[in-house]
Structure formats: structure tokens, C-alpha cells
């Protein structure tokens, strides 16, 4: 089963801060994040192994909380570059199920 | 760093017609993956592949099957391509970082099929 990712979109003013989270019905036991920008093909941004770690990537951090089956992607002070969909990806394994995602637009 | 590419960015094919998406990775990577995208939807996983000859499917199989006779090339096979399976397929493989369990995915461009 797929993970739930919200907000499905986000529009923020360059310099706002956001945050997606992603939820499991199932136990996770590793989150991963990755970026699509248009056009492109999706990028691992990170990997999430232990419950509570957090991790980060320029101004973008994350954080897994195993007890409640959820991650949550942090973007701090978020850039034009910063725009795109960002998909979870939940698993054990050699396979990763990913969630719906989340557009994210900066404007000026 | 591993380069995976699709040998077609876009693709049209009518209804019926066998078609084969290409995957070829230039690292020695023993995880090889077939992923559908479509809005709303996300990606959803067709097949997978651990090593040559191997596979296992995905949450989506059916109307697929894959090939992989050489490590470095992973084939999805439309058997009789549907006008529900115009998508945009994506190939991937698992790179480790560490351990077992640490390991990220490297994506291929996309080919983007039509079936009219």
C-alpha cells in the first residue's frame, strides 16, 4: 500500500519554509525522499534508517519517527530551485513502494 | 557515477502491438527496477529484477513481463500495449551508500509512451 503524502501542493514565496510529511500504514523501517523537477527524472535527496534521525541535504532536512509511521520533510528558507515533486519512498527490501507526492512551486 | 538510460524519451504505438522498453545501466548494479508514473497516482512498481534472469513483480504486473539476460540491461515488454498503459515509465537501479539497508535509487530519463 502506497504511503500518504501531505499537502498534495504547496505554493510558497522564495525565503518561507515548508514542511511534507508522509505517512505509513505499515511499519517502516527506512524512509527515502527524492525530488522530480519538471521534465526530469526523480533525484535521491536522502535516506532515513533510524527512528527520530534526522538528516539533511543544503537546506532541506528530514526527520522518520517509527512509533507513528511517518516522516516529515523540512525545507528551510526554500529557493526557485527548490520547485518540484517530491515523493517519499517507504520499504524494506530490495523494493520501494512511493507515495503520491507533493508539487512545490516557489515564486518570487 | 552510474548512468542509467532509456533508449526511447518518447514513444507512440498503436493498440495491440508488442513493445519493449529498454534499460541499460553502465555500473555492475544487481537491482534493477520498472516504475509507471502518472499524475495523481505517483509511482507505482511493475517488475524488479535482482540479478540476471531473476525477477519478481511489482504491485502492477499485469499486461507487463520483463527480460533481463544481461546484468547491465533490464527490458519491460508491453505483451499487447492497451491505451491504458500510455504513461511515463521510468527505470531505476539501487545503489548501495553503506550497508544493505543504505542505498539510494538512480532514475533514467523516461520514456514516455502513447498507445493510440
Known amino acids: 500500500q502506497q504511503p500518504v503524502q501531505s499537502p498534495q501542493a504547496v505554493i510558497l514565496r522564495e525565503g518561507e519554509d515548508a514542511v511534507i510529511n508522509c505517512s505509513s500504514s505499515k511499519a517502516l523501517y527506512s524512509v527515502h525522499w527524492y525530488r522530480q523537477k519538471h521534465g526530469e527524472a526523480p533525484v535521491f535527496l536522502m535516506i532515513?534508517?533510524?527512528?527520530?534521525e534526522q538528516k539533511g541535504h543544503e537546506k532541506i532536512s528530514a526527520s522518520f519517527n517509527e512509533k507513528k509511521q511517518q516522516s516529515s520533510l523540512y525545507l528551510t528558507a526554500s529557493q526557485l530551485s527548490y520547485s518540484g515533486t517530491y515523493f517519499c519512498g517507504t520499504g524494506g527490501g530490495n523494493k520501494l513502494t512511493f507515495g503520491t507526492g507533493t508539487q512545490l512551486k516557489v515564486e518570487l | 557515477d552510474v548512468k542509467v538510460t532509456q533508449s526511447s524519451r518518447y514513444l507512440v504505438k498503436r493498440t495491440g502491438e508488442k513493445v519493449f522498453l529498454e534499460c541499460v545501466q553502465d555500473m555492475d548494479h544487481e537491482n534493477m527496477f520498472w516504475y509507471r508514473q502518472d499524475p495523481g497516482l505517483g509511482l507505482r512498481l511493475i517488475y524488479f529484477?535482482?540479478?540476471?534472469?531473476?525477477?519478481e513483480k511489482g504491485d502492477i504486473p499485469e499486461g507487463y513481463s520483463v527480460s533481463r539476460e544481461k546484468k547491465e540491461r533490464f527490458s519491460l515488454i508491453l505483451e499487447s500495449a492497451s491505451t491504458n498503459q500510455t504513461s511515463m515509465y521510468l527505470c531505476?537501479?539501487?545503489?548501495?551508500?553503506?550497508?544493505?539497508?543504505?542505498?539510494?535509487?538512480?532514475f533514467g530519463s523516461g520514456t514516455r509512451l502513447t498507445v493510440v
Open positions: 532515513l534508517l533510524k527512528g527520530g
Open positions: 529484477s535482482y540479478d540476471v534472469k531473476m525477477k
Open positions: 531505476a537501479i539501487r545503489k548501495l551508500l553503506g550497508t544493505v539497508s543504505n542505498y539510494g535509487y538512480t
